[in-house]
C-alpha cells in the first residue's frame, strides 16, 4: 500500500494535470504493449503497435522493465510536450540518472550495459536515449494522441468537477476505484510499502489513458510529488462501427452515433469530433435517439453530456 500524507496547506495545493502527459503516456503504453491486461480496451491498439515498435523503440523497452521498479527520469514532472519531455531527460542531474540506474541494480533488476553508462552520465548514450523516446512516441503513441487527449480532458473535467462541488475531500473520495480517502492519509492499493509525506509541497494528479489498473508515482519521495492513475473508458477503438443490422435499422450515421455514446460518454462538441460529422448534426441525430428513449443527455455547465441508456445497449446487442 501507498499511504499519502496530507497537511491542511496540502489540501490546498492539490493539482490537476492540465492535459495528458506525453512521458507518463509514453511509459504506460510501453507496459501495455507487454503486458497482458486490459485486452479489451487496448487490445487492437497493442496489435498494431508491437509491429510498429521501431529498433530504437526496443531499446528503449531494455530501460523499462515490464513489471516494478522504473527509472523515475523517464517521466520528468511538467512536460507539455514530448519535445519538452526528452529535454527534460537529457538534462537530467547526473546524481538522479546515477541514482536511479542504482536503483534498478537494486531492485533485480539486469541493467544492459548501454543503460550502465546512462548512468554513468555518458552524453552519447543519453542522446541515444533520448532518439529511442522520440522514435517510439512517434511510432506508437502519436498516431492515437487526439484520442489519448480528448480521454482524458473527460476525466479531468470529472475531477474538476468534483473539486468545484465539494472541495479536496470530494475529490479524493471519488478519485480512482483504488484508491481510499481517510483524512489525512490518501491511501493507494500498491504493489509494495511506500510512505510519501507531501510536507506542504501539494499533490498533482495525472490521469493516464494508457494507464491500467492500480495507480503510480515516483519511488524518490524527493520528486515533486504525483499520483497516476488509469482513467475509466469502456474500449480504446472509439470509432467502432455500428453493425449491418444496426445501422439498417437506424442509418448508418445516427447508428455510429449510437454506438459511440455508447463507448464513451461524451458531449455533443466531442461526439460530433468522435464520429467525423458536423456539431449541429451530431445534436440532430442525439435529439432523435434520445426522444426515442435510446441515450439520455444531462446538462453539465454549457454542455449537455450524452450516456447511453439499458434500452440503447439492448438495442445494440439485439442488432
Known amino acids: 500500500m501507498l499511504k499519502v500524507h496530507f497537511t491542511e496547506a496540502d489540501l490546498a495545493k492539490i493539482t490537476i494535470a492540465e492535459d495528458a502527459d506525453p512521458m507518463w503516456e509514453l511509459l504506460m503504453s510501453s507496459y501495455r504493449i507487454r503486458r497482458p491486461e486490459g485486452e479489451p480496451f487496448f487490445g487492437r ?4 503497435s508491437r509491429s510498429a515498435v521501431p529498433q530504437s523503440g526496443r531499446l528503449l523497452m531494455s530501460a523499462v522493465p515490464p513489471y516494478g521498479y522504473c527509472p523515475d527520469f523517464l517521466t520528468p514532472a511538467g512536460a507539455r510536450t514530448i519535445g519538452e519531455g526528452v529535454s527534460a531527460v537529457l538534462e537530467t542531474p547526473a546524481d538522479s540518472l546515477a541514482g536511479d540506474v542504482a536503483e534498478l541494480t537494486a531492485q533485480g533488476t539486469h ?3 548501454w543503460l550502465r553508462r546512462v548512468g554513468d552520465g555518458e552524453p552519447a548514450e543519453l542522446r541515444r536515449l533520448g532518439t529511442a523516446l522520440h522514435d517510439y512516441y512517434r511510432q506508437c503513441v502519436a498516431p492515437d494522441w487526439p484520442a489519448v487527449r480528448r480521454a482524458v480532458a473527460r476525466d479531468r473535467h470529472r475531477l474538476q468537477a468534483n473539486l468545484d462541488r465539494g472541495g479536496p475531500q470530494l475529490l479524493l473520495s471519488t478519485l ?7 483524512p489525512p492519509v490518501l491511501r493507494v492499493r500498491f504493489p509494495i510499502e511506500q510512505e510519501l509525506h507531501l510536507k506542504g509541497r501539494g499533490l498533482r494528479l495525472i490521469p493516464a489513458f494508457f494507464a491500467h489498473g492500480m495507480p503510480t508515482t515516483f519511488k524518490d519521495p524527493a520528486r515533486p510529488p504525483a499520483l497516476v492513475y488509469s482513467i475509466s473508458h469502456p474500449r480504446f ?3 467502432a ?7 439498417a435499422l437506424l442509418g448508418h450515421t445516427r447508428a455510429r452515433v449510437l454506438v459511440t455514446i455508447a463507448t464513451t460518454r461524451c458531449n455533443t462538441s466531442e461526439l460530433a469530433e468522435l ?3 458536423s456539431p449541429a448534426t ?9 426522444a426515442s428513449g435510446l441515450i439520455s443527455s444531462n446538462r453539465s455547465g454549457k454542455s449537455q453530456i450524452h450516456e447511453i441508456t439499458p ?3 439492448g438495442i445494440i446487442r439485439a442488432s
Do not use: K, M, N
Open 45 to 48: 491498439w497493442r496489435r498494431g
Open 111 to 113: 541493467v544492459p550495459a
Open 176 to 182: 480512482h476505484p483504488d484508491v481510499t480517502w481517510s
Open 237 to 239: 477503438d472509439s470509432d
Open 241 to 247: 462501427e455500428p453493425g449491418p443490422s444496426l445501422a
Open 275 to 277: 464520429t467525423g460529422i
Open 282 to 290: 451530431a445534436s440532430q441525430h442525439a435529439s432523435v435517439l434520445r
Open 311 to 313: 434500452l440503447g445497449l
